[in-house]
Nanobody, 123 residues
Framework: QVQLVESGGGLVQAGGSLRLSCAAS????????MAWFRQAPGEERDFVAR????????AYADSVKGRFTISRDSANNTVYLQMDSLKPEDTAIYYC????????????????WGQGTQVTVSS
């Protein structure tokens, strides 16, 4: 089992920045891929970014490339999402997720989720 707790959401003006944190506990995380997803009202939950805990390799959705940065702090078992140049369309609930097998049959496969943190970007 892996427990995930997000924090750092809030209200920010367009062009501003926020940093989300995801504190992870439970099993040894070295085998896991950590990811951020987001869900806007009335829409599906979408992939934002992911990072391999061991290797630090990253991947991003096209919509956030160049603006968001995912990173991890192994000493504190925490994953971060630095969000810069925020846009109103980034408004959503942001979720942290963890998986040993991040993709299954070409689809995201994350069995562990946090409770989410709200990010609101005003225009």
């Amino acid at each position: 089992q892996v427990q995930l707790v997000e924090s750092g959401g809030g209200l920010v003006q367009a062009g501003g920045s926020l940093r989300l944190s995801c504190a992870a506990s439970g099993r040894t995380l070295s085998a896991y891929t950590m990811a951020w997803f987001r869900q806007a009202p009335g829409e599906e939950r979408d992939f934002v970014a992911r990072i391999s805990w061991s290797w630090g390799t990253t991947a991003y959705a096209d919509s956030v490339k160049g603006r968001f940065t995912i990173s991890r702090d192994s000493a504190n078992n925490t994953v971060y999402l630095q969000m810069d140049s925020l846009k109103p369309e980034d408004t959503a609930i942001y979720y942290c997720a963890a998986s040993v097998v991040p993709e299954l049959l070409g689809k995201p496969n994350y069995p562990y989720w946090g409770q989410g943190t709200q990010v609101t970007v005003s225009s």
